[in-house]
């Protein structure tokens, strides 16, 4: 597997376009989130709203370091909304939100630099 935390490795193996295109990564945003303290590692419990189309989804999300709950309320994030929802601990997470790791292994969240409709997907 592939450390996606070593900003030093090699970049993965090539994909074709339809390989890309089957992971549909969407922007929302957050409108609830509150802490999960039953997670194994610290975590927020997100609730996102992806627009009409998708509508409204959660996410257990690792982004204690550099994030409150108040500060996310509002803030657009990107993530897969097509992998199957995970069990975790008590909560079902049904997409996941995407970030890069900092220095330390802590997530910095990717979102889009203009305020973009909610349920736009990454091209």
Known sequence: ???VFDPTAAAAGDID??????????VGTVIAAEPF???HKPAYKLKVDFGAGIGFKK???QITAHYTPEALLGRQVAAVVNFPPRQVGPFISEVLVLGFPDDDRNIVLFRPDVAVPNGARLV
């Open 1 to 3: 597997m592939h450390n």
């Open 17 to 26: 376009f339809d390989a890309f295109l089957a992971v549909d990564i969407r």
């Open 37 to 39: 303290p039953e997670a």
């Open 59 to 61: 996410s257990s999300a």
